[in-house]
Nanobody, 122 residues
Framework: QVQVVESGGGLVQTGGSLRLSCVVSGTTSFRFNYIGWYRQAPGKQRELVAGISRTGTTSYLDVVKGRFTISRDNDKNTVYLEISTLKPEDTAVYYC???????????????WGQGTQVTVSS
């Protein structure tokens, strides 16, 4: 059974940085799968912020380009989301999704983690 666990969130000041981690267990095919990071702010719909293909191709939501970097370590079954120059509007619960589809960008599967809270103070 696949399990997805995010970590690394916290309270940071505007302009700060964070690195979120997503560890996937219960699978031997991590390196062959696509992965996405989403976020959901209070009162808003969940949105895709970054995706990474099995070959390392990445895609980003326009508003986070240049500040967010997604990467993967297949030996550790882990995907990272590095966030720099944080803004108050980045405040959200960040979720990792494993094993979705890739068609120029990422589409989610049913494999979600529990999320990690990122709060940016102004």
């Amino acid at each position: 059974q696949v399990q997805v666990v995010e970590s690394g969130g916290g309270l940071v000041q505007t302009g700060g940085s964070l690195r979120l981690s997503c560890v996937v267990s219960g699978t031997t095919s991590f390196r062959f799968n696509y992965i996405g990071w989403y976020r959901q702010a209070p009162g808003k719909q969940r949105e895709l912020v970054a995706g990474i293909s099995r070959t390392g191709t990445t895609s980003y939501l326009d508003v986070v380009k240049g500040r967010f970097t997604i990467s993967r370590d297949n030996d550790k079954n882990t995907v990272y989301l590095e966030i720099s120059t944080l803004k108050p509007e980045d405040t959200a619960v960040y979720y990792c999704n494993y094993g979705g589809r890739w068609n120029g960008g990422y589409s989610s599967s049913a494999n979600w983690g529990q999320g990690t809270q990122v709060t940016v103070s102004s």
